[in-house]
Structure formats: C-alpha cells, structure tokens
C-alpha cells in the first residue's frame, strides 16, 4: 500500500463547533451509520475509532462500523493494560474474519492523561505505561502469528500455552499503530510498530521526527510507516478557506468563554481534553502554537486556544492547494494521512469531491519513477 487515508467516526456529532462529547445521549447510531457511510463514500481506506475511559466501547463501534459500509477499514484505538493481549488478538483476528479479512488494525495508545487512565483503574507512571505496551504488543504479535502454544513471562503478563486457532485472514496480519513522542514512547513504537503515528506539526520537525525514528527502527533490522493526522479547512477559494478558518476559531472562543475550559467543561463542548495531559506529543504541538500559521498553510489557530488534548492543526486553502501540501509531507516519508474535520460529516463529504481524488493522484505521480 502505498497512500493510506484514514478518517475518525464518532457516536454523536460533536467538534470544537459544535456538539459535546458528554452531554446528551453517548450513541446516536443513525449518526455513526451515516457518518461511517460517508467515508466508505468518499474513498477513505479506513477510520479511526477513538479511545477514553468515559467513551463507549471501540471494537463495538468498530463492528457496526464494519457491518454497515462495503469496503471501509477500521483502526481501533485502545490502552494497554486493560485487556489481556492474548484476549485482544483473538479479537482482533476473529473481527478480521467475519469482516472478510484486511479491514481489521489496532492503535495502541500508552496513556498521556494520569487522570483518565485512573478513571480505569490505571496509576501506573508514563514511563511504565510505555514499558507495559512493548510487552503487550509484543505478545499480541506472537499471539497473532505464533503456529504452536508459547509460554511467555514478563514484566507484566505471564502465560503459558498461549495460543489463538483463529488468525488474521491475510498474510500482512493486523497492522499495529502506535503512537507517542516522549523519549519512552520512540523505544517502544520503533521496536514493535508497524505504523507510527504523528500529529500535524511543520515540515522540517516531521521530518527531523522521521529521522529519528526510523534511525531507532534500524537498530532492531525494521523499517516504518510513518501516518500524520491533520484538520484539512477548504473552500473553493483560498480567501474563503481562510474566511472558515476565522469562523471556526471565533465559534470555538465563544463555546470555550461560555463554558470554561479544559478538562470535563471541555469535553462537554466537543474539546476532547479530560484533564491535564502528561503527553509530550501534545506539548510539542503546543509549542508549535506560539506561531500560528508554518509552512504557509498549516493552522494553529485552534490549537493555540484550547490547549493540549490532540490533533488540532489543520491545513487551509483550496483542495488543491491542501493536498500539494500534505504530498510534501508524502514526499518525505509520511505514508497514511489522518484527516478529520471541524464540520465532522460535511467535511468527509467534501473531501471525497476533489481533495481526496487530488491526494491520491499526486501520490501516483510521487512514485513515478524520475526518467534521465
């Protein structure tokens, strides 16, 4: 695979314009129908099923996404630590087969918010949170793949004669996403990742973040995929992308001003922040936010204004113009592109018209071969 083009699906409607992620009935399932329908639509390869302690639960989410579109992915974001692995990758391959095989991935997510993990009963430190996932997607791997029972003993798990008769359809098995920034989070995602995930920062710190990992890859003999998440605002002109970005940021100041911010009253306005962060990805993001717009078109208006808690830059203008620049992070290594919106359906609609087709046209002319 060369491009992959991931989405986000939601239970309810809900943004920094609009909804709440707590008030209000947790699973509206015309919604996620609809909006899962409008991605297999659209062309997306997949979508991502996002993670909290206080959210319903993914692989659930993640079979009715399955059973209601013909082709679309999902990616299952979820926490070490709560679940066995060898449990989670009988679910896994279970879910792979009666889906048909290839539509199945996993997103480990090792835990930046001490108070969210202890709403699950976590009070494991970050560092150990990290140790934990080597460990877990360690024997999820083997579990996956391994053609006789395995003892195996650990920090954290021990088992004897593991062992799963249900294995991915495909050879490629269930691709392993992970993500985090922190210098415990590189350890780990470099070892035993498939694709490593980051969020939508400049040009040249990707490309210093690539380096970086697929160097720390190398010493274990392995190679990466590398998957930037992004909040694409278009419109048919650049003035009036820019003009929705400004809207956008306005709205988001009125709902944050009207409610407070940060932590549950943040939640409750779309704002996926549910107490203070630990999380180094999210403080380089923040970083970046003392400076609004980088690279010409990538935002940080948002950003800026509702802290730490995710993927909140977005790049603006044209569709043509959004895609020349995220084939630019394409052309230094990024190979799956995360893209969700401030308008959650509208959005997916409107990428399917042209930015979509546009990404993966310029991909195509990225892996044609240079004649002399």
Known sequence: MSLEILGMVGTKEASETRGSYLGGPAVDTAY??????????????????????????GFAVAGHVLANTSRLG???????????????????????????????????????????????GDFADHDTRY???????????????????????????????????????????IPLF?????????????QHADTYMLFGEPLEQTAERIATLRAEAAKHGRTLRFSLSTRPIIADTEDAAWARAEAILTETRRRVEAAGAGGVAGAALGIRSFGTTESESSARMQRAARQQVH?????FGVTALTGPGGNSSGHVGTPSQVADALLRYHEIGVDTFLIRGFDPYEDVVEWGK???????????????????
Do not use: C
């Open 32 to 57: 996620l129908t609809r909006f899962a329908q409008a991605h297999d639509t659209s062309g997306f390869d997949r979508v991502l099923i996002g993670y909290s302690a206080v959210s319903p639960d």
């Open 74 to 120: 999902v990616l299952i974001a979820h926490r070490p630590g709560f679940t066995q692995p060898t449990l989670v990758a009988r679910k896994l391959a279970t879910l792979d087969h009666l889906t048909g095989g290839g539509r199945v991935a996993i997103h480990h997510i090792s835990g930046g918010n001490d108070a969210d993990q202890r709403r699950d």
């Open 131 to 173: 140790d934990r996932t080597a460990e877990f997607m360690d024997v999820l791997r083997r579990t996956l793949t391994s053609g006789e029972p395995f003892d195996h003993e650990g920090r954290f798990y021990r088992f004897e004669g593991a062992y799963s008769t249900v294995k991915p359809v495909r050879p490629g098995g």
């Open 178 to 190: 992970f993500g985090g920034q922190s210098d415990a989070a590189v350890r780990v995602g470099a």
């Open 295 to 299: 690279d010409e078109r990538l935002w």
């Open 354 to 372: 042209e930015l979509i087709p546009a990404l993966r046209a310029g991909a195509d002319r990225v892996r044609e071969p240079q004649l002399a």
